[in-house]
């Protein structure tokens, strides 16, 4: 219903790259979990700000630099909208979601935890939720446990429950898998996890963009998050983290921006969030996140999802009618991603064929190598959607799927 009101060419209209032939074929842009595309405003944003209030922020007293500081403080406000987060302090603008998560694991984890201490992962995890984690262990002796995924790329709620207990220090999850597209049900899991006092890191890189997300509803104590899989640029990102924790918090890096005081025996450190943002931060990309988040609202992220989702259906219906292709993942509850594999054609020559064909997709492992081993493929090819895709980019799709096949010899 709502995809036949969603203002689709209008929408297109706006990113001027989906105009912009590949291999002398329309593109057709299905690798929007790795990266989005950028709509106008969001371009647009960038060169205003470069052309028009260019200067470095909280240090100057001339007017370019008030004017800086109040778009970037502008766009912190913003994004502590989104999220609905009490209080703009709780907003940390990072690189990344990468970026975000190392900070937690490095400033909240490294400090806190013990030998015996338990981080509980899951399998379907990106290596940006595994990785800072296992620095974390073998700097203070704590370990990792793994929560399984069923055959449909669902966390096994009972297997988290085994897994859960007195020894827990921290539960990180992703909020939407990149790989499958499984949405985890992160409000259930923080409750359990704060029954035994274990503090939730939530990876929302997937999630943000896509459906509505209300860091105070879902209980989270931290939500990490990247500016470019939502319509930003790429440099910049987001954790929201509960004040009570980013307080109590050693900074993450220590330099300019990030001090009340310093002398050569002691340095004070300026509250949050500005005592986790060292340096001079990606200020154009905050203030151009905004203006993403702009055009988002006035689209309205309900509207959007639905959109998303009719097209998550629409695919997996006509991926499902295609002779020996597999979709890998199939969730009761999913974003709109979906993995699969074809019969006798490894991934990576599906994506290089169909990029012959103007459709971008990703196809590997997609930074979740425990879960393809947990699967048992090498790889995937991937398509994600974003709220420009239509139904009419799937049939393309499953044509160039057809030369695929066609290309190995393999009837359709
Ligand atoms: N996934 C993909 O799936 P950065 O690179 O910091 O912006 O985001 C890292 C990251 C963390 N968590 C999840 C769930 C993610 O999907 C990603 C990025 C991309 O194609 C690149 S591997």
Sequence with gaps: MASSIFPITTIRQDFPILHKPVHGKPLIYLDNAATTQKPKKVI???VAFYEQSNANIHRGVHALSE???QKYEAAREKVRAWVHAK???EIIFTKGTTEALNLVAESWARPQLHKGDEILLTEMEHHSNIVPWQFVCQKTGAVLKVVPVNNQGELVWEEFLKRLGRRTKIVAVTHVSNTLGTVNPIASIVKKAKEVGAV?????????AHIPVDVQTLGCDFYAFSGHKMYGPTGIGVLYG??????RMEPYQGGGDMIRSVTFDKTEYAPPPFKFEAGTPPISGAV????????LSQIGLEAIASHEHSLLDYATQKLREEKGLSIIGQAKEKGGIISFVCEGVHPHDIGTLLDEEGIAIRA???CTMPLMKRLG??????????LYNTKEEIDALVEGLHKVRKVFSIPS
């Design 44 to 46: 647009e944003a960038l």
């Design 67 to 69: 004017c800086s500081t």
């Design 87 to 89: 209080s703009t302090d």
């Design 200 to 208: 939730v890191v939530v990876d929302g890189a997937q999630a943000v």
């Design 242 to 247: 509960k004040a009570e924790h980013l307080e």
């Design 288 to 295: 151009a996140l905004g203006a993403a988040m702009e055009t």
């Design 364 to 366: 590997g492992h997609h």
């Design 377 to 386: 493929v090498p790889g995937t090819a991937r398509i994600s959607f974003a």
